[in-house]
């Protein structure tokens, strides 16, 4: 159960159960949720939490969590879902939600919340001064916290990158055979395409997946660590993937990871032309949020130098914030040139993207 628990050392009378009105049955329940201590609220005595809806769950998370729990005593809640999901859940639940933070990580996610009028502004000098205005709504509505490049990555016994340019040339007779995916229903491969969408046309675009289902290995399936092990496998040569995942396999406690990750070379396409897809990851804080002022304390925990240091060397994605020390695998990775298109057109073109994805044939 998602519910404010309330601090009641010594008190009697009032059941607590009357300030969670609206409070839905959850998996994700803290400790002491549940029991039938009775107690008498007061101001002062009520916990501070901030509950969080997240489609976005990796281990820095729950440990950067931690660390503002520490920091400011406010407790941190989390219900993980399908950002679809929490959404919908979102929509249902209206001014009697408990989220107060909306976490995910694609663009036009987070302005699908915002068109769907789930967010509202969150008005911060500090988010401002920690987050360039090109990776944050307009109106605050929502905030990054990560960017994260979908590169092409290659055998390094195998390939030589130079042989690497461009998405579009991946699509080539050269590569009939080699090429490795995942399944086309991850939202990352989703809104690639709705980025081609948006920068050659619906036609272009049409082509290259006609042309990458033409190529592939095999019938895409697992997720993106998946495709790097496979190539390592010898089932294809060349995968389209999430630059942190390769940084998460060098780091692996598990040594045939760790040799997944050195035996693979990342590369950045089309530094000549429209350059690599970049996706982001963000927060916005939820219309009927109770919890505001801890919600925007959150956000700028999360983006601060310290928490952002951490984002990127415990998940090697890329931080929003300039002055976060980044990983030596970035640093080597060296500076790269991104798509410019507004992360609001992969939202606005996901459901041409599943169109041509359907017609395509690519599972
Ligand atoms: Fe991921």
Request: proline share 4%; glycine share 8%; charged share 25%.
């Amino acid at each position: 159960m998602l519910k404010r628990k309330i601090f009641a050392p010594l008190l009697t009378g009032v059941i607590a159960a009357g300030l969670l009105a609206g409070c839905g049955a959850d998996k994700a329940s803290e400790a002491g949720a549940g029991n039938t201590e009775k107690t008498k609220p007061s101001a002062q005595a009520v916990e501070q939490v901030v509950n969080i809806y997240s489609a976005r769950s990796y281990d820095v998370d729950a440990l950067l969590y931690k660390k503002f729990t520490e920091e400011t005593g406010i407790k941190v809640n989390v219900i993980d879902g399908k950002a679809e999901e929490l959404i919908e859940r979102m929509k249902r639940e209206g001014e009697s939600t408990q989220a107060d933070l909306f976490l995910t990580v694609d663009g036009g996610v987070l302005n699908n919340a915002k068109q769907a009028g789930l967010l509202q502004p969150a008005t911060s000098e500090t988010i401002d001064q920690n987050v360039p205005k090109e990776l944050r709504d307009p109106e605050n509505q929502w905030i990054g916290l990560s960017t994260r490049a979908r590169v092409i990555v290659y055998s390094k016994d195998r390939v030589k990158p130079e042989r690497l340019s461009t998405y579009e040339d991946l699509t080539s007779p050269a590569w009939k055979g080699k090429v490795l995916v995942r399944p086309s229903s991850s939202l990352y491969n989703q809104s690639l395409l709705s980025s081609f969408i948006e920068l050659n046309g619906e036609e272009k675009a049409e082509e290259w997946s006609k042309g990458l289902v033409a190529n592939l290995a095999r019938t895409p399936e697992g997720n993106d660590r998946d495709q790097a092990k496979a190539i390592v496998a010898g089932v294809g040569d060349v995968a389209l993937m999430n630059t942190y995942y390769v940084g998460l396999l060098i780091n692996s406690d598990d040594p045939e990871e760790v040799k997944v990750g050195q035996s693979i070379g990342v590369f950045f396409p089309n530094q000549e032309t429209t350059g690599t897809h970049v996706n982001i990851s963000g927060a916005g804080v939820t219309k009927y949020s109770k919890n505001k002022d801890n919600a925007v304390k959150l956000i700028e925990f999360l983006t601060g130098t310290e928490a952002q240091t951490m984002v990127t060397n415990e998940n090697y994605e890329f931080p929003v914030n300039a002055k976060a020390e980044l990983p030596e695998l970035l640093k080597s990775w060296g500076t790269f040139k991104t798509q410019q298109i507004d992360f609001n057109t992969l939202g606005v073109h996901n459901a041409k993207a599943i169109e041509i994805i359907n017609k395509t044939g690519w599972k």
